[in-house]
């Protein structure tokens, strides 16, 4: 995926140089990856272009963007994040999270609703419900590789990156992706113990979209987390694990543009 | 030459059905299979193997590792302080406390001046990266620990030095607004220091500080690499050619009256890199930090194509290992006296010498009088034929307190 002519750009935000993928026109929608940057090649990808211009950055330190010195928090990310929403050009944009992604998504409308026309998290990490000794969310890194996959997909076997296929440019960016993930979220693990408490001045309409056979984090965290985010809608995507956009690009897409239409 | 007695203080009870349907030896494996009364016995036994040391004038090694059947010193402080009360002769290295694991370095300095001072000035604070399970079982982000690494020996110097009232340190990975230990360190300006590496990086930077750069079951070719490193970035650096008193090499040894004998018992000790290695693949090849990405992604693949060299961990080539094998490559010097010294001074020779030899004389399940007999036979017959080591023009030795 790294280095081919995808379509993928670059964007430069207060000297941090990002990878970007650009596709479509119009309605500006800003898609924040998860644990792995978005393949360019993605179903689902082809099938929101004709909802609006789809902008989809690396974060510093995954796939090809290079990660600047000391800047390795998930503070920095937010920060970063709020920085791509004032350089866009437009009044206001749809923002959607995906996983990893979607915890930055939900800071980043805590911070700056006004910003946003809608919000869309899917199947995001970043809060904590559970008592303390109860994890929420899967660990990724210390949990066995088996284990991991099997919990992240419905169908595995099907859609599970098969690494023997893949090119040593797409592994290298695997591997630096799982690193840049495990530098800025390993502790605390994936979430911010704060973020419940502010969750409630998200004022835009906003849907969680969840894969019901997800065991990362299950649905029930799910309904849990929209309820602190005022008239935010919950549904479920079936057959589909931690990532419905791959395992049902259709029914993921055809839920967004949905919400999007509202 | 200096020897220095390395025990691991091992734990090999374990039922090997239990062990060979582990996902890892380390950091998983349930704790109701270390039977605690079992464990006092071994404690006293490597104890008294360390007074025996005492006895004989052969310096101690105390180490840390964590959570797992290769070592029961998880709290390797504690240990330094029964050393540095129960021996009165020796020195006592801690090789050593796993900083990049510790949330404060103060605290280590602060455990590390009270163990130099019991012991009256025979500490030497050697220090080790870690990474792989001790990153899991001490919830250390297992990225950028080389740089904690770096920074909590500046903190740890830094507090082992002061002594005119509080500093204060905000540095990258550590802050803390007032650091003033009681008691200062014994020895000044502070203990020697060594770091247990083998990759180029630390060993030139241990170079540039003159640390002691000691190699752990890394062979002769490996530790000469990481050897000739240290001295050409001294070079680099303008400071003097280094004396053989910087470099440490340590193996795995056994010496017996008969040569049958020596690798029969010394092959016991195989048993820490055949059994006690084993990690699963989350705490190893597909932990995050340890290996750059560029050389990690090989790792993923389960049908390496041809050509490309999947990167591991310099222990993943030892898992298995025979002791014919292991002798050919340096890792183990085991026979009657006169073939454990031909052994030692051909790794010597290949190294380009070293001034300190680390044995490994107990692992697995080598016993506790196995072992007294091993360190007598190496202490009586092998080491008084070892060169001196020679020594480093800027290194000062350090001194008592005034």
Same mark, same amino acid.
């Given at each position: ?15 941090? =140089?990002?990878? #970007? +993928?650009?596709?479509?026109? $119009?309605?500006? &929608? ?8 978005? *393949? ?76 946003? =026309?809608?919000? #869309? +998290?899917?199947?995001?990490? $970043?809060?904590? &419900? ?8 899967? *660990? ?88 602190? &985010? ?33 | ?402």
């Amino acid at each position: 995926m790294a280095g081919e002519d995808t379509g993928s750009e670059r964007l430069k935000v207060r000297g941090i =140089d990002l990878e #970007v +993928l650009r596709r479509g026109t $119009g309605r500006q &929608i800003l898609l924040l990856h998860g644990f792995q940057t978005i *393949d360019p090649e993605a179903r689902f990808l082809e099938l929101l272009v004709p909802r609006g211009e789809i902008i989809a950055p690396s974060g510093p330190g995954f796939g090809n963007s290079p990660r600047p010195k000391d800047f390795d928090t998930v503070y920095d990310l937010v920060h970063l994040y709020l920085e791509v929403l004032e350089a866009l050009p437009g009044d206001k944009l749809t923002l959607v999270g995906f996983s990893f992604g979607g915890w930055l998504a939900a800071e980043v409308a805590v911070a700056c609703s006004n910003r946003l =026309d809608k919000l #869309v +998290l899917v199947d995001p990490l $970043g809060i904590k &419900i559970s008592d303390r000794e109860t994890p929420d969310i899967l *660990d990724i890194f210390n949990k066995s590789p088996d284990e991991v996959r099997r919990r992240s997909w419905h169908d595995p076997d099907r859609f599970a990156p098969d690494f023997n296929a893949m090119s040593d440019e797409a592994l290298v960016v695997y591997a630096r992706n799982r690193e840049a993930l495990c530098l800025y979220a390993w502790h605390p693990y994936m979430y911010n113990s704060q973020l419940p408490r502010w969750l409630g001045r998200i004022n835009v309409p906003t849907l969680l979209l969840w894969g019901a056979s997800d065991r990362v984090v299950t649905p029930d965290y799910g309904r849990a987390y929209s309820r602190l &985010i005022p008239g935010a809608r919950f549904e479920l995507i079936e057959a589909a694990g931690h990532h419905p956009e791959i395992e049902q690009p259709e029914a993921f897409a055809e839920r967004v543009a949905a919400f999007l239409n509202q | 030459m200096q020897a220095w007695y390395h025990c691991e203080n091992v734990y090999p009870f374990v039922p090997q059905e239990i062990l060979d349907h582990a996902e890892s030896v380390r950091a998983s494996l349930p704790n109701k299979y270390c039977d605690p009364k079992i464990a006092a016995d071994l404690f006293q036994e490597c104890l008294d193997e360390h007074l025996l040391c005492d006895d004989l004038g052969v310096n101690v090694v105390s180490i840390e590792h964590h959570s797992g059947i290769n070592s029961l010193y998880g709290a390797s402080p504690m240990i330094l302080g029964i050393l540095a009360r129960q021996t009165k002769k020796v020195r006592i290295l801690s090789l050593g406390t796993l900083i990049t694991i510790r949330p404060d370095p103060v605290r280590i300095a602060e455990e590390y001046a009270t163990a130099d001072v019991i012991s009256r000035g025979r500490l030497e604070i050697g220090f080790v990266k870690s990474g792989d399970s001790e990153m899991v079982s001490g919830n250390a982000n297992p990225v950028g620990y080389v740089d904690r690494f770096w920074e909590a020996i500046d903190l740890i110097q830094k507090t082992l030095t002061s002594h005119d009232g509080p500093f204060s340190w905000e540095g990258k990975h550590y802050t803390h607004r007032h650091v003033n230990i009681w008691p200062p360190v014994y020895q000044r300006p502070h203990p020697p220091m060594w770091a247990a590496t083998g990759d180029p990086e630390t060993s030139a930077e241990l170079g540039r500080r003159g640390m002691v750069n000691a190699l752990v079951l890394r062979g002769p070719e490996a530790s000469k690499r990481a050897f000739d490193t240290y001295r050409g970035a001294r070079r680099e650096a303008g400071l003097a050619e280094p004396g053989t008193d910087r470099f440490a090499y340590a193996a795995l040894c056994y010496v017996g009256d008969t040569d049958e004998e020596g690798i029969r018992v010394g092959s016991k000790t195989l048993w820490f890199l055949n059994t006690s290695l084993k990690q699963s693949p989350q705490m190893s090849k597909f932990l995050p930090g340890r290996i750059p990405p560029e050389a990690a992604a090989q790792n993923y693949r389960t049908a390496p194509r041809p050509g490309a060299q999947a990167m591991r961990r310099p222990a993943d080539s030892l898992i298995g290992i025979t002791a014919e094998q292991a002798i050919a490559r340096g890792i183990l010097c085991a026979g009657n006296p006169d073939t454990v010294y031909t052994q030692i001074m051909d790794i010597y020779d290949k190294v380009g010498g070293f001034g300190h030899f680390i044995f490994i004389g107990r692992s697995g399940f080598l016993d506790h009088q196995e072992a007294e007999k091993g360190i007598r036979l190496l202490t009586k017959e092998v080491l008084p034929r070892l060169p001196a080591a020679t020594s480093t023009p800027d290194a000062r030795p350090a001194q008592a307190a005034e």
